[in-house]
């Protein structure tokens, strides 16, 4: 009879012991799945942007600008935009007092700037400003579009580390009005 009793409270710590077990393990599990999710999210958050080429960055500029609103811009004359997503020196203040600028997000799945480009009787133009190269494209304004798909009109080039794309409703012709008479050939 003193061995039963020397037995079960031995039996119960046992139980209790290997209950406790699995449950440090699945925390522990837990908590090892959940850093490395963290650790895999910061380092995809920083890679940078997938590889563009010429005609990803037309086709995805014609979609951006085809449900782009262009909501609460500001004059670039009043507000200076962001100086790592300055705008081309072919389109500045003196060129389009009327320039207005914005920040977008997911523009060839980056962030950057806008620069809309209006007038009275002219049609909707955007000049997208983000940080990315593109192999083989042009270090100047292209004197006419690589892309006139769809009543849009679209070039882009490279300066540095800025990716620049124009595009504006129209045709080609539309498109060359809003380039500096020198780049016209």
Not at 81 to 109: M, N, Q, T
Not at 161 to 175: A, F, H, I, M, Q
Not at 177 to 184: I, V
């Amino acid at each position: 009879p003193d061995q039963a009793t020397i037995e079960t409270p031995a039996a119960e710590a046992a139980q209790r012991a290997t209950r406790v077990w699995p449950g440090w393990v699945l925390a522990g599990t837990v908590a090892a799945a959940l850093a490395a999710s963290l650790i895999v999210a910061v380092v995809v958050s920083h890679r940078p942007s997938q590889d563009l080429d010429e005609q990803a960055v037309l086709d995805g500029a014609r979609e951006f600008f085809r449900v782009d609103e262009g909501v609460e811009a500001q004059l670039v004359a009043q507000v200076a935009p962001p100086d790592a997503y300055r705008a081309d020196p072919d389109f500045d203040v003196r060129r389009f007092p009327g320039i207005r600028w914005r920040s977008i997000r997911g523009f060839l799945g980056r962030q950057g700037v806008a620069y809309d480009i209006r007038g009275p009787r002219t049609p909707r133009a955007t000049l997208y400003v983000v940080q990315g190269t593109v192999p083989g494209l042009p270090t100047a304004v292209p004197p006419r579009p690589r892309s006139t798909t769809g009543n849009r009109a679209i070039a882009a080039w490279q300066r540095g580390k800025l990716l620049y794309v124009l595009v504006v409703e129209g045709d080609s012709r539309t498109y060359q009005r809003f380039l500096p008479s020198t780049t016209w050939t």
